[in-house]
C-alpha cells in the first residue's frame, strides 16, 4: 500500500480541495488517503497538482488490538466465520 505524506511534517494527506485554485491539500497525523499501488499514488499526486513538498512513501497497516469483537447475538457460524 502506498500513501501521500509532506516531506517536513511528516503528515499524511487525506484530502484535496478542489474548489479553491490552486487545490488545498488537507493532511493530518491520524489519518491517511491509501492507495493500492505505486502507480496509483504516483497518478494521485499529480492529479491533486501536490507540491514538490509531497512524496510517496511505501506504507504497512497493522492491527494493534482488535477492539470489538462483538457478533452482535448472532451464532458466530451465521457471520460466515464458518471453518475459521
Not at 493530518?28 to 513538498?53: D, G
Request: net charge positive.
Amino acid at each position: 500500500m502506498y500513501a501521500i505524506r509532506h516531506k517536513h511534517s511528516h503528515r499524511w494527506l487525506y484530502e484535496t480541495d478542489f474548489q479553491h485554485d490552486p487545490p488545498i491539500q488537507k493532511t493530518s497525523f491520524f489519518q491517511a488517503k491509501i492507495f493500492p499501488n505505486e502507480e496509483t499514488a504516483n497518478y494521485e499526486l499529480r492529479r491533486r497538482l501536490c507540491s514538490k513538498h509531497f512524496e510517496v512513501v511505501k506504507v504497512r497497516l497493522d492491527v494493534a488490538k482488535t477492539i470489538n469483537t462483538s457478533t452482535k447475538g448472532k451464532n458466530p457460524s451465521q457471520n460466515g466465520n464458518e471453518g475459521l
